[in-house]
């Protein structure tokens, strides 16, 4: 999946404009389908993001016997199968690149009759599992992973899982959605307590669905016995997705972007507080909900950045938003600072050092500390080369770069932006960048 053939060529521009929506939210989506599939009853989902990510936790629970079907680009209809409904697998389930399918399947797994491996692409493969693999050994799974707690992912089929009261280490709303899918089939309740609030997507969608889940502060508590009856789910846009736009609105020259349908749901939306106190002129213009999530359309016009110590207290909500805010620093005047964010070594690729690597390669001063980055940032960018590392995000936010660089930038190895965001080129294109994609580069 990594595809290093693919990369972006960039001529720098200044002006943007757009009116256009992003689409849907990869969190959401993977749910969509776990939760649709163990469902009683015929699912519909709306706005589902058709990325690989996505399409791969899909093609999993295809595997696992569960009817799915795509009438349309962003549709699926998903037959419910029912808790106990799904059936084993002979051959390695494959979550490619996507980190939540394989935390969150580990967790759906775990307390099923029957074995599974899950196996992912290189990326994943040197990915931390143990996050999930004890909480999970705690609750009785038998699960088989290499000497560094990495994927294959050999999952015994369960005797029997009993609850736990569990206090997460990190902050991962993959820790938490794991333990709770567990949950599903465990003895008991299960409780899963954060250090600090992340994405609440599975505790609100087992609730729509009918589970017994109770939410109070950090705490999550969810006792099994409930069956889930299907319901419509209508997936928003991925503020994940909008931010680019966010992002290359502030730091063009000129123009106006409009952003619609974007999932605001205060979980993911650090990136926007940190650019408003950037000095980002940003409004959001128009306010609605979508099956229970706030979403919106937000308007962004280019103005002066200000750099900015961002809140350690704020990095779980704008935990994927640390390469598209990179961008906004280092073209921000003053010095804007990061720390507390550990968990970006351990992303897609280590995003602490890809950035830096990448800013540098744009003459930015910048400095990486264990859990974070200093970024000096000046008024006009170089050109240069940019190993994205097949890092879509990291992909995607140097794109951004060229709206500020004296000279041509090529980001290298981007196939993996299909993961998250098909189509992000042709947008980026149709809103004023100079980009091209070329295959078959080195
Ligand atoms: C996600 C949670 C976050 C985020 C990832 C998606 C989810 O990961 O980085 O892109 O859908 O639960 P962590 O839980 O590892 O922080």
Redesign the pocket.
């Known amino acids: 999946m990594s595809g290093g053939k693919r990369e972006y060529r960039l001529a720098p521009a200044m002006a943007v404009a757009g009116d256009f929506a992003v689409p849907g939210d990869?969190?959401v989506s993977?749910?969509s389908v776990m939760l649709g599939a163990i469902a009683r009853g015929t699912t519909r989902v709306t706005g589902f993001l058709p990325g690989a990510d996505t399409l791969a936790t899909a093609a999993i629970l295809r595997q696992l016997g569960v009817r799915i079907e795509r009438p349309g680009e962003t549709e699926l209809i998903i037959e419910g199968v029912g808790l106990h409904g799904l059936r084993g697998s002979a051959q390695d389930l494959d979550c490619g690149n996507a980190?939540?399918a394989m935390?969150?399947l580990a967790g759906l797994l775990a307390g099923q009759r029957f074995a599974s491996t899950l196996v992912g692409d290189e990326s994943l493969t040197r990915r931390p599992m143990r996050?999930v693999l004890d909480p999970l050994a705690r609750m009785g799974a038998r699960i088989e992973a290499s000497a560094a707690g990495t994927a294959p992912l050999r999952i015994a089929p369960a005797e029997r899982l009993v609850g736990i009261d569990y206090s997460c280490p990190?902050?991962?709303?993959?820790?938490?959605?794991c333990v709770l899918l567990a949950g599903l089939y465990a003895e008991g309740q299960t409780r899963v307590v954060e250090p600090q609030a992340?994405?609440d997507?599975?505790e609100r969608m087992l609730a729509a669905l009918g589970a017994d889940v109770t939410v109070d502060g950090l705490a999550v508590s969810l006792r099994p016995g409930r069956e889930l009856s299907a319901q419509p789910i209508a997936v928003p846009g991925d503020f994940?997705s909008a931010a680019f736009f966010l992002v290359a609105g502030a730091i063009a020259g000129s123009g106006e972007l409009l952003v619609r349908n974007v999932g605001l749901n205060p979980r993911r939306t650090g990136l926007l507080d940190t650019l408003l106190d950037m000095g980002a002129d940003i409004a959001i213009v128009e306010r609605s909900e979508v099956a229970g999530e706030p979403v919106g359309t937000l308007r962004v016009r280019p103005s002066a950045l200000r750099g900015v110590d961002v809140p350690v207290t704020r990095v779980?909500d704008m935990?994927?938003e640390f390469p598209a805010f990179a961008i906004a620093a280092a073209c921000a005047s003053g010095t804007s600072r990061v720390r507390g964010a550990h968990?970006l070594r351990?992303?897609e690729s280590d995003r602490i050092a890809a950035v830096a690597r990448g800013l540098e390669a744009l003459d930015v001063a910048v400095q990486e500390h264990p859990d974070g980055l200093d970024i000096d940032g000046r008024s006009r960018l170089g050109g240069g080369s940019i190993d994205s590392h097949g890092d879509h995000r990291i992909a995607m936010s140097f794109a951004l770069a060229s709206l500020r660089a004296e000279a041509p930038i090529r980001v290298l190895d981007v196939a993996n932006v299909d993961t998250s965001f098909p189509g992000f080129a042709a947008l980026a294109a149709a809103i004023g960048l100079n980009i091209t994609v070329e295959e078959g580069g080195e």
């Open positions: 990869k969190s993977h749910r980190g939540t935390r969150l996050r990190v902050a991962s709303a993959q820790v938490k959605s992340t994405r997507y599975t994940s779980p935990i994927d968990e351990v992303k």
